[in-house]
């Protein structure tokens, strides 16, 4: 496997265990009846960072049988990586704070951190699937 695999590996099942561990503050939402959308935000965080971390394998198992250059396959790697860290920072505090982050206008505090995490894992995302495209179209 190649070293940029195992380091998705790792970093993915770090990121599952955390997106696992916000089932607790979920819960807890939902039994002390807390607004909708609080309840829904700390949802998205305990269900969107498992499915971050499920990216993250599903791509670890393809990289080594790619035929790219070792640096595209570690820009893949380490923009998936910073992707989810990114919305390990977003997605719990949108939650806390109960804002959502999708504009930096008018955001104060906690507000401007979630926008900034969202805005992160969203950039690093599109990097890292276009730099898989890049890897994938170059090994045909």
Not at 10 to 24: D, K, N, R, T, W
Not at 69 to 80: C, D, K, Q, T, Y
Not at 117 to 133: E, F
Request: net charge positive; proline share 4%.
């Amino acid at each position: 496997m190649h070293p940029a695999a195992r380091h998705l590996v790792f970093h993915g099942a770090i990121v599952l265990l955390f997106g696992l561990l916000l089932g607790a503050p979920y819960a807890k939402a939902i039994k002390r009846e807390a607004a909708a959308h609080i309840v829904n935000s700390w949802r998205v965080a305990h269900l969107s960072l498992p499915i971050g971390a499920t990216l993250m394998f599903a791509t670890a198992a393809v990289l080594s049988s790619l035929s790219a250059p070792a640096w595209l396959l570690w820009v893949v790697s380490v923009a998936l990586i910073v992707s989810a860290y990114g919305f390990c920072v977003s997605t719990p505090l949108a939650a806390v704070s109960g804002q959502r982050g999708l504009s930096s206008d008018g955001a104060t505090g906690l507000g401007k951190l979630v926008y900034l995490g969202n805005m992160v894992g969203a950039v690093a995302s599109i990097v890292g699937a276009v730099a898989l495209l890049v890897a994938a179209f170059l090994s045909l």
